[in-house]
């Protein structure tokens, strides 16, 4: 069963599966970086100054 269990993960899909969900999460991880650290602040920059590293921002509309 163990024999079995091994030749089934090593299979080419299993481990194409793996490399890709690690790969998602890396590029993911990335592209939040470069968005709070280097678009926002422009962006903020833009608005008048806004610093949207400021969690407590939120807009009441009536």
């Known amino acids: 069963m163990l024999k079995e ?6 299979t080419g899909n299993v481990v194409d ?4 969900v690690i ?3 890396a590029v993911g991880l990335v592209v939040t970086g470069f968005t ?4 926002m602040p422009i962006v903020g920059h833009f ?3 806004i610093d949207f ?3 407590n921002m939120f ?4």
């Open 5 to 10: 269990f091994r030749n089934f993960i090593l």
């Open 17 to 20: 599966l793996t490399v890709a």
């Open 23 to 25: 790969l998602a999460g």
């Open 36 to 39: 709070n650290d280097m678009i």
């Open 47 to 49: 608005a008048g100054g």
């Open 53 to 55: 590293a400021d969690s």
């Open 59 to 62: 807009l009441i509309m009536k």
